[in-house]
């Protein structure tokens, strides 16, 4: 007996527009007739692109319910690299979706793939089921009832969350108050968000300080830049400290208050995730509740 459709589903997938929104960050548009069956449950909402071959053969896995399953089967010299990505947009009734990757040289398929792309070039995407009636998942934008400070963190890799994320608020008709701090490898990969008026945004280039770990200006901006509200939830229990004991540090953690006025969302590389989380719940005494942390990459891999 059929179990009904799967949560998520294979998607084949062409390039139709591909445009440089900064030198770091390309918005590629693309195509299937199947996107009317795609769904997109948050403004974070993660998918995986699966990509061609090293000798530039496109991916071809075969849809049968268990996509994961049958990647793993794959010898590895014909198993497709896949990387996570946002769902920055899809627009099913049109057949179209969104995504904005980093450029980053040749170094890794994804940035190597973007790159060089042509229109009418292949792939494929691992992404929610529209068909599926269960509860979504692949995303961490849970802001609780009755939030009105939000707090956003992001370097380059999450950047497009967030501003999927500053989107959906700016349709709402009284939005919270935003924080927002995004590092960015160069001065030219700033844009401009001052339509946003209901967020104070702070653009971090790295290479202002060419030598810092990555996600340390993200720390010293919030050190000095950070006005945490004085109804945000804060840890009353000292034994709660516990959970900084570096062998109790995990990278992806997500928030989950009933209700409060104060709401964070981080996402960088993974040491920046760990040296913020630190400096909220130790040094600002917030409610790890209150956080969705997620350690986006590793700078180490």
């Known amino acids: 007996m059929s179990s009904g459709p799967s949560s998520y589903k294979i998607f084949d997938v062409t390039l139709k527009e591909s445009v440089a929104m900064t030198p770091s960050l390309q918005h590629c548009v693309f195509y299937s007739e199947d996107v009317a069956n795609m769904a997109r449950h948050a403004p974070d909402q993660r998918i995986k692109v699966v990509l061609p071959l090293a000798g530039g053969e496109p991916p071809c896995l075969v849809d049968n319910g268990g996509w994961y399953p049958a990647w793993l089967a794959l010898p590895a010299e014909r198993r497709p690299p896949m990387r996570t990505y946002t769902l920055r947009n899809v627009r099913p009734a049109q057949g179209e979706l969104d995504i904005d990757f980093v450029r980053n040289g040749d170094n890794g398929p994804a940035s190597r793939w973007v790159n060089h792309a042509r229109i009418g070039d292949r792939l494929q995407l691992i992404a929610p089921n529209a068909a599926f009636d269960g509860n979504g998942s692949g995303f961490e934008w849970l802001p609780p009832d009755g939030v009105r400070q939000v707090l956003l963190v992001a370097d380059e890799t999450a950047l497009p969350a967030a501003l999927s994320i500053l ?65 945000a939830p804060r840890t009353q229990d000292e034994a709660a400290q516990g959970i900084l004991r570096p062998e109790l540090e995990q990278m992806w953690e997500s928030a ?32 790890r509740e209150t956080l969705s942390l997620m350690a986006y990459w590793c700078h180490s891999r």
């Open 167 to 231: 989107e959906s608020l700016s349709a709402q008709a009284s939005p919270p108050q935003v924080q927002a701090f995004f590092e960015v490898p160069l001065c030219t990969d700033v844009q401009a968000l001052d339509h946003y008026t209901f967020a104070k945004i702070h653009w971090l280039p790295r290479e202002e300080q060419p030598h810092q770990p990555y996600g340390q200006s993200l720390l010293a901006a919030l050190q000095t830049r950070l006005q945490i509200p004085d109804d």
């Open 256 to 287: 989950a208050p009933a209700h409060s006025a104060f709401y964070g969302w981080i996402a960088c590389e993974s040491s920046g995730v760990k040296a913020l989380r630190r400096y909220l719940i130790h040094s600002c005494g917030l409610q």
